[in-house]
T-cell receptor, first 107, second 113 residues
Framework: KNEVEQSPQNLTAQEGEFITINCSYS?????LHWLQQHPGGGIVSLFM???GKKKHGRLIATINIQEKHSSLHITASHPRDSAVYIC?????????FGAGTILRVKS | EPEVTQTPSHQVTQMGQEVILRCVPI?????FYWYRQILGQKVEFLVS????????KSEIFDDQFSVERPDGSNFTLKIRSTKLEDSAMYFC???????????FGQGTRLTVV
């Protein structure tokens, strides 16, 4: 069984829509990262969460430690948000990647 | 802002050749990682490194692979006798301790021909 599951695998949205990407996990973690990967391949860290909620611009990330679930929200989505969004678990020395959600925002 | 740097950004090599992928982690970081991503697939863990030794490795990380921190700043991944299926993007990551944010390099795209 995978330690981390992301949903959906693929998401297509119209510009301006509110987007939610989900991450569920099965292990006790010290933190969870949300990462963004653009077509060129580079990985950018968006958030690191261990509890509660963080906001940066149009991006909001939440985590519920008891339910072992995190969400990444994008408000007022834009075509430049098109990327792969990856949930990354941190526990012990490990960093475990989710499979990623491919987001395409159409204008 | 501190960053992890990887060189080269793209390497093309003949099958059977050895390659060394280089990473410069953030200077005061203690934990180092290599991952790979075959085109169109998810990111896969290769190896983690702490206190000058491998702390964990995946099934992918067999005798063909080795890592080294030769001089206190570089963190290298050596792939011996490359195969076509080694073609992938290889990412390096580092962090200060096991509870702090991880930083990723921009990756090295390895193409084995």
């Amino acid at each position: 069984k995978n330690e981390v599951e992301q949903s959906p695998q693929n998401l297509t949205a119209q510009e301006g829509e509110f987007i939610t990407i989900n991450c569920s996990y099965s292990v006790g973690i010290s933190a969870l990262h949300w990462l963004q990967q653009h077509p060129g391949g580079g990985i950018v860290s968006l958030f690191m969460l261990s509890s509660g909620k963080k906001k940066h611009g149009r991006l909001i990330a939440t985590i519920n430690i008891q339910e072992k679930h995190s969400s990444l929200h994008i408000t007022a989505s834009h075509p430049r948000d098109s990327a792969v969004y990856i949930c990354l678990l941190s526990y012990g020395n490990k960093l475990v990647f989710g499979a990623g959600t491919i987001l395409r925002v159409k204008s | 802002e501190p960053e992890v740097t990887q060189t080269p950004s793209h390497q093309v090599t003949q099958m059977g050749q050895e390659v060394i992928l280089r990473c410069v982690p953030i200077s005061n970081h203690l934990y180092f990682y290599w991952y790979r991503q075959i085109l169109g697939q998810k990111v896969e863990f290769l190896v983690s490194f702490y206190n000058n030794e491998i702390s964990e490795k995946s099934e992918i990380f067999d005798d063909q692979f080795s890592v080294e921190r030769p001089d206190g700043s570089n963190f290298t991944l050596k792939i011996r006798s490359t195969k076509l299926e080694d073609s992938a993007m290889y990412f390096c990551a580092s962090r200060g301790d096991s509870n702090t944010e991880a930083f990723f390099g921009q990756g090295t795209r390895l193409t084995v021909v």
